[in-house]
């Protein structure tokens, strides 16, 4: 029965000092996503993208509310001339106009988000390849993102800023 005992405690010792050797031997990477993400070409390209749309949805949103004074204002000039019947047909245009508008821009808000989310899809997806790549070619164990101050210290002997090496290979 001692001898199972110290047999077990040797046990446990080796394995301690196993685990403690594989421990120093892991070494992990780090890198700054946002910083590596909005260097890349592919994200410039994509904002580009989403910027020519938002412009084109901003140029329609203008033209519409423009139309809409203008149909206001005459709406205003001729208000007193109107017979009750096109007052009310005048107004009920009016709102409409207005509340189609007002759905134009909402929808216009959710394809611009859902634009963006697509666009940016692939770029977030060669990002997570490129650093698939480099963790498996430095066998790093994990890779941290260092950003909003998840990772208030690294130990520089056990883990390599990868910033860099993102960024050339993203180019």
């Avoid at 070409?41 to 938002?54: P, T």
């Avoid at 207005?98 to 759905?103: C, D, G, P, Y």
């Amino acid at each position: 029965m001692k001898t199972l005992g110290k047999t077990w405690v040797l046990f446990c010792l080796f394995a301690m000092m196993s685990l403690s050797t594989q421990a120093q031997d892991l070494k992990f990477g780090y890198f700054s996503y946002q910083e590596v993400f909005t260097s890349m070409a592919a994200y410039a390209r994509a904002q580009q993208n989403i910027q020519e749309l938002k412009s084109k949805y901003e140029t329609e949103t203008k033209r519409s509310e423009e139309e809409f004074n203008q149909k206001y204002e005459d709406f205003l000039e001729g208000v007193q001339d109107y017979a009750p019947s096109i007052l009310k047909k005048r107004q009920a245009e009016l709102q409409d106009f207005m509340a189609r508008n007002i759905a134009f821009k909402a929808e216009s808000e959710r394809l611009l988000k859902q634009a963006e989310k697509d666009a940016l899809e692939p770029v977030h997806k060669q990002l997570a390849d490129a650093v698939h790549s480099i963790a498996v070619r430095n066998g790093y164990a994990f890779v941290l993102n260092t950003d909003d101050h998840a990772l208030p210290y690294v130990n520089e002997s056990m883990g390599e800023n990868i910033t860099q090496q993102l960024k050339e290979q993203l180019r």
